[in-house]
């Protein structure tokens, strides 16, 4: 069963680099059948997606953030990356790496069937 | 994107079948069969639910049973038991592989 671990700092400063790692174990990032996405949450409020990779490095973003946000692989420590930069108050959340998994072809596009397997999520707080 | 739009609150006694609606637009849950339905208890990562509106995961209870009419989509969960007291969300993919969740739903078992 595969399991995944969010690392990272819980405190950044406004305006400085968002980053954290997401360690998968149990599984390979390389295997080419899941993507490998994060998702946060606000406090007290509902669910966000950010993005994903493949492992490949194909990436797909939310639009609202793409001009913030960078997600990488390396695969040779089985782990994926996000990176948030110019952050706000509004970026503080709890952030979780999850698998997508299940993939499948629609209308050109590699989709994965839903979210499943998460990571137990870490609070980035921002704040000077 | 705007999040779909769920009721902030459900509840039922044991026993009873309570519905959640995700309502959305023609450009996501309308326009897709790839709504998917989470569980996250308090303090919890979200759980796997649903899939393709209606599929369930290996190991997810037949109690929990998922549909979809135009632009809203609705988990229902039969025979409510206590363990089933948990916020709920759901997802809708949106096109351009780009997917939206819901706001959520706090389901309470009286």
């Known amino acids: 069963q595969v399991q995944l671990r969010e690392s990272g700092p819980g405190l950044v400063k406004p305006s400085q680099t968002l980053s954290l790692s997401c360690i998968v174990s149990g599984g390979s990032i390389s295997s080419g059948t899941d993507y490998w996405s994060w998702v946060r949450q606000h406090p007290g409020e509902g669910l966000e997606w950010i993005g994903y990779i493949y492992y490949s490095g194909r990436t797909y973003y939310n639009p609202s953030l793409r001009s913030r946000v960078s997600i990488s692989v390396d695969a040779s420590k089985n782990q994926f990356s996000l990176k948030l930069n110019s952050v706000t108050a509004a970026d503080t959340a709890v952030y979780y790496c999850a698998r997508a998994g299940d993939l499948f072809y629609y209308s050109g596009y590699l989709l994965p069937s839903g979210f499943d397997s998460w990571g137990q999520g870490t609070l980035v707080t921002v704040s000077s | 994107q705007s999040a779909l739009t769920q009721p902030p609150s459900a509840s039922g006694s044991p026993g009873q079948s309570v519905t959640i609606s995700c309502t959305g637009t023609?450009?996501?849950?309308?326009?897709?069969?790839?709504v998917s339905w989470y569980q996250q208890h308090p303090g919890k990562a979200p759980k796997f639910m649903i899939y393709e509106v209606s599929k369930r995961p290996s190991g997810v209870p037949d109690r929990f049973s998922g549909s979809k009419s135009g632009n809203t989509a609705s988990l229902t969960v039969s025979g409510l038991q206590a363990e089933d007291e948990a916020d709920y969300y759901c997802n809708s993919y949106a096109g351009g592989n780009n997917w939206i969740f819901g706001g959520g739903t706090k389901l309470t078992v009286l």
């Open positions: 023609n450009s996501d849950v309308g326009g897709y069969n790839y």
